[in-house]
């Protein structure tokens, strides 16, 4: 049996993911903590790949490594990549959303689309937890469209511009983290997470 307690050590500097999965893995009772390492979030090398899962298992691989020899040695590590994958771009950004949103921002993306009538896109997350009992794998998806324009300032990323099929018209920038939570691709991908450790490992 997985234990319902663990600490857990996201290595991630976002916090804006920090915080989300704090809440969904709070509620199986595990607490969670930013790994830090010599007092800064871990620096990863980022993998050439296109696919997320190789990404995110790359990362574990790398964060495992750098804890070797220290008091965290034996910790559950969490690592989640993600993603916006866009129809009508045939993929793009997908892995390479966040580079691409610090290269040409969220106006870059919606002059790319200016003409598209397709708009549809979707968030994808994948997750990757290590424990003594082995290693946990969750995926989570949420279909929407790209806006036409910036809306809310809430969230991070691509959340301003991106309206889940799921919601009420508005962006995952215009939604509280609660709202956000009940059908974001990370918010997904974290419950099936918390799920899996509380059941006999396989």
């Known amino acids: 049996m997985v234990r319902d307690d663990m ?14 999965a704090e809440e969904i893995l709070g509620l199986a009772g595990h607490a969670l903590s930013p790994l830090i390492i010599d007092g800064e979030p871990p620096k990863f090398i980022e993998p050439q790949s296109e696919n997320l899962e190789e990404v995110a298992l790359e990362k574990l691989s790398q964060a495992r490594k750098m804890v070797i020899g220290s008091e965290l040695e034996d910790c559950a590590i969490l690592v989640e990549d993600s993603g916006i994958f866009i129809d009508c771009l ?26 598209e009538g397709d708009r549809s896109a979707e968030y994808r997350a994948t997750c990757f937890l290590e424990t003594n ?9 949420c279909r ?14 691509y959340d301003p511009i991106f309206i889940p099929e799921e919601g009420d018209g508005r962006t995952f920038g215009q939604m509280s983290p609660e709202e956000k939570s009940q059908f974001s691709h990370r918010g997904r991908a974290l419950k099936e997470l918390s799920e899996m450790t509380i059941l006999p490992s396989k």
């Open 7 to 20: 600490q857990i050590f996201f290595a991630t500097s976002n916090k804006g993911k920090i915080s989300e």
């Open 133 to 141: 009992e082995g290693v946990f794998k969750s995926k989570g998806i």
């Open 90 to 115: 045939s993929g793009f950004p997908g892995v390479f959303s966040s580079f691409v949103e610090s290269k040409i921002g969220l106006t870059g993306i919606l002059s790319i689309l200016s003409e």
């Open 144 to 157: 929407g469209k790209i806006s036409r324009e910036i809306s809310g300032n809430l969230g991070f990323g």
